[in-house]
């Protein structure tokens, strides 16, 4: 079966290759997409450039050194804090993405019912109300029904805030999604869970990967709600980074953040390299 | 959507209960209980007093004067105000990089698209906080924009061009930080958008902005607003940017909120301040409602 | 009490045998870069304790959490103005710091304080003050006054750096303006508010981060500052080939210490208590001033100190300078406070 995100580029030449340029190809566009990137990288260069200065203070450049490596390899509350934070964003991801999928395939293919707008509202919430709020007011919640799970608290809490981060591409990507391929598979008696597998979570699936990106993004970066709900020997890695900065920068930061990029990198290359053989995802 | 199977009531109250769940007991408990903070009186060293008080919201509208009387102030509205423009302008400065690059992603090879939203989240994977002070290193007095001016003279040593601390910082801080958050759901519903459709329209309409938006606009909807939300509402709550990068010399609703559960210890009226800004929200999604509600009855067509 | 000071001495004995005493485990909550990781090394290896340590950004962050009912901490660390607010809500237990054998190594000076005056919650910890550092080589010339950094002169306008929260900045207005803290007088804040509103436009940031990044780089040139973190600049500086001064005013600086603090909600209260003794030792109080940089309570200490640190302007207050000890204010007062810095930040 072949899906039709993959066919855009076999169908469009069919069409004209002169249109396909006029809309596809805005000029500038390339040029703009690379500034783009430029921008989004300028900082992430400067960062890792910065964590090989050898003065104590970021600012001023004062020469080449790995020292602070060696120490943020040496730093056991660093490591610690950092593997907090993944556990709690890969499990928090994976809990907010599956139940962000299901939630918006209920609501874009469930049909009207009821209490679709209060559901929507609901589960939308988490990103109306200012971090700082949801931070005490759950630390608050968490404390008089006497909550107690450790990391587990942080984790509760991470999946809550990211579940309409993961909502929301996926909503945005079955809105309007074509169901006559979902149509045609039953009609040709597949079953309900076939037709999911094979067509409708193929068809999703960059929105759910979006979902889970978003996610693990936003999971990584909090810091607020953490410094709240965290208890003993829960810290993450934001929480370590937000309170060493009360301290003054130091290029040891910066060598924690290029760790991590590194880290990511590797785990994108990996990923870039065992799909490379294969077919795409879409194609079966 | 008319031969659902009969269970299908049953099984969407299945799919939505986990996330219902998760969020209606961690999210809309919490919610409440800070609502109904907002209506109690303020113990002087944080939390509250289980006794009825409107204080809160008087206090939002009305300046007691040093001296305890009571003026109507537009102190805190100008607040709420300068922090709507604000997450405003990041939002369309965000829509305006986040479109044309969505655009053109979507329009890559598969491995290509894949490998773009990947190079566009890494950056991501490091911390707020290290980027955002990556940026005073680039704004900043002697900082990498400045350098260049300096070393030909252009720009004297007690001189600065004045980039850093300013609305203009806060404002390349709030969409740097966001603009994936308008990219990925803007890419979703572009990359799941039918081209020969596009390439149709463009026969039709004589203008490539006709084209533009009458078709791809209406067509990508879903995506655009997801992204202006998920762009729009954090902005006005943002601190870290306005604080890191702005030298907190405005407040802004999110540092206001902030400095009333810490510094001030007056959480009744911090979460009336939240109250505000969630009232604030929950207009703005109402509008999306309607947007979307409008977008569907085009997709009909 | 008897029997207490008894098991005191058991447990001294214990230590000095260099036997681990009690195994188990303590919570440490702690401001971020202040606790020794040698300290708590040694902590650990004569006791047989194992320390988690981890770490806030203020005292408003820790009081908000306790406030809101956070568990599984063994030891905090607020600052003395808080203390009071930890005893009168009822979040700490009572320790009878008095009755510990290593009491007696903590110098008079800081026994017994207004704010812990029986000295049943607290084991006196780090000190410090809170004035201004500035660039000696930019300025030009020597900072006497807080008049210079409310009302600066043309040429440092627009490289004044404040504190984020009002607490300190208050109370420095207070001491320019001859007033007295906690003002309860509108006439008086409003005079502060008038001070602080005509200081604004000169002013670049207000951050409590940051300061010896914006001092060494040159965005500023006066920046309120801490004493032990404008120490931790000057020697940076010094690295860079730049001057860096922590300044006495002759309005006084405004002096703090920080306490340690067994909250209810703690688990190892034995342990704690064992930990709360043991800092009290001019050794150990010794090597963790050397990490934070601050000076400590200790009869002593000096002994085992950094020479840097011993000798350092920063921490040896000169002679002719005050020492003014904010403390926390009521309600009124405080939502003064609260009332002049939204109207300055609005």
């Not at chain 2, 939203?117 to 005073?136: D, E, M, S, Y």
């Not at chain 3, 601050?294 to 002994?303: F, L, R, S």
Request: contains cysteine; negative net charge; hydrophobic residues 50%.
């Amino acid at each position: 079966m072949v899906v039709r995100d993959n066919t855009i580029p076999a169908v469009a030449p069919r069409l004209g290759e002169k249109k396909r340029r006029a809309f596809g190809e805005v000029p500038g566009l390339r040029t703009l997409a690379f500034c783009f990137l430029a921008f989004l990288y300028l900082p992430i260069g400067v960062l890792v450039a910065y964590s090989f200065n050898d003065g104590n203070i970021v600012m001023v450049w004062t020469g080449f050194s790995t020292d602070w490596y060696v120490k943020v390899f040496g730093n056991a509350d660093i490591r610690k804090a950092a593997l907090n934070s993944v556990i709690v964003a890969v499990s928090a991801t994976a809990i907010a993405t599956t139940c962000a999928t299901l939630a918006a395939l209920a609501l874009a293919r469930g049909g009207a019912f009821r209490g679709k707008g209060a559901t929507l509202g609901i589960i939308t919430l988490p990103l109306m109300v200012p971090e700082i709020v949801t931070a005490v007011a759950t630390l608050v919640f968490f404390s008089s029904i006497g909550l107690n799970l450790g990391l587990g608290n942080v984790i509760i809490a991470h999946t809550t805030f990211c579940i309409p981060f993961a909502f929301m591409p996926i909503r945005a990507r079955l809105e309007g999604m074509d169901t006559t391929l979902e149509q045609a598979s039953r009609d040709l008696y597949a079953s309900d869970w076939e037709t999911f597998r094979l067509v409708t979570l193929p068809l999703l699936m960059p929105g759910v990967l979006a979902g889970a990106m978003l996610s693990f993004v936003i999971s990584m970066d909090d810091f607020i709600i953490t410094l709240m709900v965290a208890g003993a020997g829960d810290t993450t890695l934001p929480v370590y980074i937000y309170s060493m900065i009360r301290q003054g920068i130091t290029p040891e930061v910066n060598a924690v953040s290029s760790i991590l990029l590194l880290f990511s990198i590797v785990m994108v290359t990996a990923y870039w390299f065992t799909t490379r053989q294969k077919p795409g995802p879409n194609a079966h | 959507m008319a031969n659902l199977p009969e269970n299908a009531a049953l099984r969407r109250t299945l799919a939505l209960g986990p996330a219902l769940a998760i969020i209606g007991i961690f999210m809309l408990i919490p919610v409440i209980i800070m609502a109904s903070y907002s209506f109690l009186e303020a113990k002087s060293f944080g939390g509250v007093n289980w006794v009825f008080s409107g204080d809160a919201y008087v206090q939002l509208f009305y300046e007691r004067m040093l001296d305890d009387s009571l003026r109507l102030s537009p102190g805190y509205l100008i607040i709420i105000g300068r922090s709507v423009a604000l997450a405003l302008v990041a939002m369309v400065c965000c829509l305006l990089v986040g479109f044309p690059v969505a655009w053109f992603i979507a329009r890559q090879p598969l491995r290509q698209r894949n490998m773009w939203i990947l190079l566009i989240t890494i950056p991501f994977w490091t911390n707020q906080l290290v980027r955002t002070f990556a940026w005073i290193i680039i704004l900043g007095r002697n900082g990498v924009i400045e350098v260049p001016f300096r070393w030909t003279g252009l720009l004297a040593p007690e001189q600065t061009l004045g980039l850093m601390y300013s609305n203009f910082a806060i404002t390349v801080g709030l969409t740097y930080t966001f603009i994936p958050l308008m990219v990925l759901p803007i890419y979703a519903s572009l990359e799941k958008l039918d081209f020969s459709l596009v390439e149709a329209g463009a026969d039709l309409y004589s203008s490539r902005w006709e084209t533009f938006s009458n078709i791809i606009i209406p067509l990508s909807k879903p995506g655009i607003i997801a992204g202006c939300l998920l762009v729009f509402i954090p902005s006005l709550g943002a601190f870290i940017q306005p604080d890191l990068l702005g030298g907190g010399k405005n407040l802004m609703l999110g540092t206001l909120v902030q400095f009333q559960f810490s510094t001030a210890r007056n959480w009744p009226f911090g979460s009336a301040i939240a109250m505000i800004l969630l009232a604030f929200v929950v207009v703005f999604l109402m509008l999306y409602a309607r947007a979307s509600r409008g977008s569907k009855s085009l997709e009909v067509h | 009490m008897k029997i207490k000071s008894m098991l005191w001495t058991t447990v001294t004995l214990t230590f000095a045998a260099g036997m681990a005493f009690a195994e188990g485990k303590l919570n440490i909550y702690n401001w971020t870069d202040y606790t020794s990781p040698e300290m708590i090394e040694k902590f650990e290896k004569e006791t047989g304790i194992e320390v988690t340590l981890d770490t806030y950004d203020s005292n408003e962050t820790l009081l908000a959490k306790m406030q809101a009912g956070a568990t599984g901490y063994d030891i905090i660390v607020p600052s003395h103005n808080f203390i009071p607010i930890y005893i009168a809500e009822g979040l700490v237990q009572e320790v009878d710091v008095a009755a510990m054998p290593n009491f007696q190594n903590v110098k008079e000076r800081w026994r017994n304080p207004e704010w812990d005056p029986e000295q049943k919650y607290s084991v006196p910890f780090h000190w410090g003050s809170a004035s201004v550092a500035y660039r000696p080589d930019l300025y030009g010339k020597k900072l006497e006054s807080y008049g210079e950094f409310f009302e600066p002169a043309e040429e440092v306008r627009g490289r004044i750096s404040v504190f984020k929260t009002p607490e300190e900045i208050v109370n420095h207005a207070h001491l320019y303006l001859g007033q007295k803290f906690c003002n309860e007088d509108p006439a008086e804040m409003q005079k502060v508010q008038d001070l602080l509103l005509a200081q604004k436009p000169y002013v670049m940031a207000y951050s409590s981060e940051g300061m010896n990044d914006r001092l060494i780089n040159g965005d500023a040139i006066i920046s309120n500052h801490w004493n032990g973190y404008a120490y931790k600049g000057r020697l940076l500086a010094e690295e860079a080939g730049k001057e860096l001064v922590y300044a006495y005013p002759k309005e006084g600086v405004i002096g703090w210490a920080d306490g340690l603090m067994i909250p209810k909600s703690a688990e190892n209260v034995e342990n704690a208590k064992i930990f709360m003794n043991f800092i009290m030792d001019p050794e150990n109080m010794g090597i963790q001033s050397n990490f934070a940089g601050y000076g400590g309570p200790i009869e002593g200490q000096e002994a085992f100190m950094d020479e840097s640190l011993r000798n350092a302007p920063e921490i040896n207050i000169p002679d002719d300078a005050t020492v003014v000890f904010s403390f926390a204010c009521n309600a009124d007062a405080q939502s003064l406070i609260d009332r002049v810095w939204t109207n300055v930040l609005r």
